[in-house]
């Protein structure tokens, strides 16, 4: 703590590749919503609520992807409708697949495009109808020039991966292990950020998610050095509860306990917190 200070207005406000929000905290990527957590919604009333709610906190969303084609379809048309201020995350499908969801992605403005490669040894989805795959750092540079906005790669756990990504020239990565559901015992992304944003030495954005449940979890991870953090299985909660307004009601939380966390810290800025912190 560091409450010797003056009155200076605690401001979370951060920018994404340009664009401000009102605070670095987004909603995760998740489809699939009836199977995964037993709710009764269809991703597009899902996406519907995830994009709108955090529309009204001041922050965006990422939005899923799922092995029939409808599943990218139906949450990328929510972005466009949303002006495009969303992250359409694609998975790592075959090359033309992956090309014409970034194609619809574009056409609808998305603000960048996302990749979850961390799904692309998910033995259901390599026997899916439309299976996934490994990507060389060569087919990711493809991806990056198809795109002709910020790109990013979901699902990074070590230094020698962020120089495979910072070699295939994307502008952001997320430190994330999938939930913690796709590899028994890996660490937590929290447990690497550290080194892998001192290897990345501000090359491009490094974001992380994992087990973030409060705004003091989110001011640990700005402390590490991430540009930001990805929220997953709360929000979705949130959307469950009480659609947007649930989004909203608990993005609104999160950001007043990062400003109590800030205050007592002796932050007045985002870019004040550091690893001293």
């Avoid at 969801?101 to 989805?125: P, Q, V, W, Y």
């Avoid at 390599?126 to 990056?144: A, C, Q």
């Amino acid at each position: 703590m560091d409450t010797i200070s003056d009155n200076t207005e605690i401001d979370t406000t951060s920018e994404f590749f340009g664009h401000k929000v009102s605070f670095p905290v987004y909603a995760a990527p998740i489809s699939g919503i009836l199977q995964n957590y037993g709710a009764e919604l269809d991703d597009m009333s899902y996406t519907r609520a995830l994009v709108d709610g955090c529309r009204r906190a001041g922050t965006l969303a990422f939005t899923g992807d799922g092995m029939h084609d409808e599943m990218f379809k139906g949450p990328m048309s929510v972005v466009a409708q949303h002006e495009g201020f969303g992250v359409p995350t694609i998975k790592p499908w075959s090359r033309e697949h992956m090309a014409w969801r970034i194609e619809l992605a574009k056409e609808g403005h998305a603000l960048a495009i996302a990749s979850d490669i961390d799904a692309s040894g998910l033995t259901n989805l390599r026997k899916s109808v439309t299976p996934v795959g490994f990507k060389t750092v060569e087919d990711l540079k493809e991806l990056k020039q198809m795109s002709h906005v910020p790109f990013i790669l979901k699902g990074i756990m070590s230094v020698k991966g962020a120089m495979k990504a910072l070699e295939a020239g994307v502008d952001g990565i997320i430190v994330s292990n999938h939930g913690g559901r796709v590899l028994d015992n890996c660490l937590s992304g929290i447990e690497v950020l550290e080194d892998i944003v001192k290897a990345v030495d501000g090359r491009m954005k490094v974001f992380v998610d994992g087990g973030i449940r409060s705004g003091n979890d989110v001011f640990k991870a700005l402390a590490f050095g991430a540009d930001g953090v990805l929220i997953g299985r709360s929000i979705s909660h949130a959307v469950i509860g009480d659609g947007a307004q649930g989004v909203k009601i608990y993005l609104d939380k999160i950001q007043l306990e990062l400003k109590e966390a800030m205050a007592m810290a002796g932050c007045k800025r985002i870019g004040e917190i550091n690893k001293e912190h």
